[in-house]
């Protein structure tokens, strides 16, 4: 099982990233799917998560509005859409992925790195002012 991150890049504030996270080894359409980032010298962070549904999203306050997380099904991939960046956005993004389906959790644990049991390799996103 393999998540293979990638869209990550250089660009200057205001500028829009999309973020893709392609699934290998298995499907996981009816999984839960989240990002995260780690600036350099931070702890990893959560930035968004889509229940095994698709039907519920979730974002940390500060990418509210500028951060759309979505799925592809058919292609096994998920997105995560990143518009007006910022200098602050800039860090290692991660893809990770839930082992069990269809299950659903409290709000807060979609929140913490300890639902997911698969995390892609990072993509880099740097945002300069």
């Known amino acids: 099982v393999q998540l293979q991150a990638s869209g990550g890049g250089q660009v200057q504030a205001g500028d829009s990233l999309r973020l893709a996270c392609a699934a290998s080894?298995?499907?996981?359409?009816?999984?839960?799917m989240g990002w995260f980032r780690q600036a350099p010298g931070k702890e990893r962070e959560f930035v968004a998560a889509v229940s095994w549904s698709g039907s519920i999203t979730y974002y940390r306050d500060s990418v509210k509005g500028r951060f759309t997380i979505s799925r592809d099904e058919a292609k096994n991939t998920v997105y995560l859409q990143m518009n007006d960046l910022k200098p602050e956005d800039t860090a290692v993004y991660y893809c990770?992925?839930?082992?069990?389906?269809?299950?659903?959790?409290?709000?807060?644990?979609?929140?913490?790195?300890?639902?997911?049991?698969?995390w892609g390799q990072g993509t880099l996103v740097t945002v300069s002012s």
């Open positions: 080894g298995r499907t996981f359409n009816n999984n839960v």
């Open positions: 990770a992925a839930d082992e069990r389906q269809r299950t659903t959790y409290t709000e807060g644990y979609y929140r913490t790195t300890g639902l997911y049991d698969y």
